[in-house]
């Protein structure tokens, strides 16, 4: 399979993850959004499978079944399913027919059981192979990612945790890239006999809420999502980095509250930060120093 296809693949399995977390919102309006997102996934996979095959020409959306038939493979399954979907998609964008929500929310494992069944017939593929880690382009952030999902497997939370945070610090400073973002300031040196009067703590702490208040803020500028942003840091070590550039981890917990589920979410909350970010990405003078690099993150 020529690369190009695969990463069209993983794209659709991008926008199907999308509709499901979009779905989970329940109220109506996000389910109307769901059921065009799942259309959008279908339409990708198919133009994908088409292509792959050497079938690639214009066809309407219940057209891929005899596409696929008259080219002399085997019939696509999934027909009614899809069918449903269709006429869904189009009396909401062209008649403004909201649907029902437990219609959209039964058709979900049905859209997925067809990626699942066309993948493995016409590309030999295992849908729950394909990683949208590939997704992005740092290499180093893919390979973190992966160690972390391989040491939570393990039932290392702590180290897979940690990975996870270094993966965050990975992605807001990138090797000879800068992402053009607020910086608090350097934590000021403190004069003995203020420290000695308790100064020191007191700045340690307004020193910190101005880290984060700086990392928040940055990452309303990228359009990442606060709340999942606010989620990811209370149940991930907090790093400091020395002026030297090395990191000290500080566990607050053995994080035995972090399920699969958290662990996943937190994996598709990197995955869209580290999207959003190549965007902003620009080229910086030089690669930042350790010091530059150090305290900017909670």
């Given at each position: 399979?020529?690369?190009?296809?695969?990463?069209?693949?993983?794209?659709?399995?991008?926008?199907?993850?999308?509709?499901?977390?979009?779905?989970?919102?329940?109220?109506?309006?996000?389910?109307?959004?769901?059921?065009?997102?799942?259309?959008?996934?279908?339409?990708?996979?198919?133009?994908?499978?088409?292509?792959?095959?050497?079938?690639?020409?214009?066809?309407?959306?219940?057209?891929?079944?005899?596409?696929?038939?008259?080219?002399?493979?085997?019939?696509?399954?999934?027909?009614?399913?899809?069918?449903?979907?269709?006429?869904?998609?189009?009396?909401?964008?062209?008649?403004?027919?909201?649907?029902?929500?437990?219609?959209?929310?039964?058709?979900?494992?049905?859209?997925?059981?067809?990626?699942?069944?066309?993948?493995?017939?016409?590309?030999?593929?295992?849908?729950?192979?394909?990683?949208?880690?590939?997704?992005?382009?740092?290499?180093?952030?893919?390979?973190?990612?992966?160690?972390?999902?391989?040491?939570?497997?393990?039932?290392?939370?702590?180290?897979?945790?940690?990975?996870?945070?270094?993966?965050?610090?990975?992605?807001?400073?990138?090797?000879?890239?800068?992402?053009?973002?607020?910086?608090?300031?350097?934590?000021?040196?403190?004069?003995?006999?203020?420290?000695?009067?308790?100064?020191?703590?007191?700045?340690?702490?307004?020193?910190?809420?101005?880290?984060?208040?700086?990392?928040?803020?940055?990452?309303?500028?990228?359009?990442?999502?606060?709340?999942?942003?606010?989620a990811f840091l209370r149940n991930t070590p907090a790093i400091q980095w020395s002026v030297s550039g090395n990191a000290t981890v500080i566990h607050r917990s053995t994080y035995t509250q972090v399920s699969g589920d958290d662990f996943a979410?937190?994996?598709?909350?990197?995955?869209?930060?580290?999207?959003?970010?190549?965007?902003?990405?620009?080229?910086?003078?030089?690669?930042?120093?350790?010091?530059?690099?150090?305290?900017?993150?909670?």
């Open positions: 399979m020529l690369p190009d296809i695969h990463r069209r693949i993983v794209n659709a399995k991008y926008v199907l993850d999308r509709a499901a977390r979009v779905q989970q919102e329940g109220h109506e309006m996000a389910v109307a959004v769901s059921l065009l997102l799942l259309h959008d996934a279908v339409e990708l996979l198919m133009h994908a499978i088409l292509d792959h095959l050497g079938l690639k020409k214009k066809f309407e959306f219940m057209g891929f079944w005899s596409a696929i038939k008259e080219a002399g493979h085997p019939e696509p399954p999934d027909h009614t399913p899809l069918d449903t979907l269709n006429k869904l998609r189009v009396g909401l964008k062209h008649h403004a027919i909201l649907p029902r929500v437990q219609t959209v929310q039964e058709l979900l494992p049905r859209v997925r059981g067809f990626f699942e069944n066309v993948l493995r017939m016409y590309c030999a593929l295992d849908f729950n192979s394909l990683s949208l880690l590939d997704l992005i382009s740092d290499q180093q952030v893919r390979a973190s990612l992966r160690d972390a999902q391989a040491k939570f497997d393990a039932g290392d939370k702590p180290a897979a945790l940690t990975d996870l945070k270094m993966s965050l610090h990975q992605i807001q400073h990138p090797e000879g890239k800068r992402l053009p973002l607020l910086q608090a300031p350097a934590s000021p040196r403190m004069p003995a006999e203020m420290a000695r009067a308790g100064w020191d703590q007191y700045l340690n702490r307004l020193h910190s809420f101005l880290d984060q208040t700086a990392a928040r803020m940055n990452a309303a500028i990228l359009d990442v999502d606060p709340t999942e942003y606010a979410r937190f994996v598709d909350f990197l995955i869209d930060y580290a999207l959003k970010a190549e965007q902003a990405y620009v080229q910086a003078a030089k690669a930042p120093s350790a010091t530059s690099q150090s305290g900017q993150n909670p």
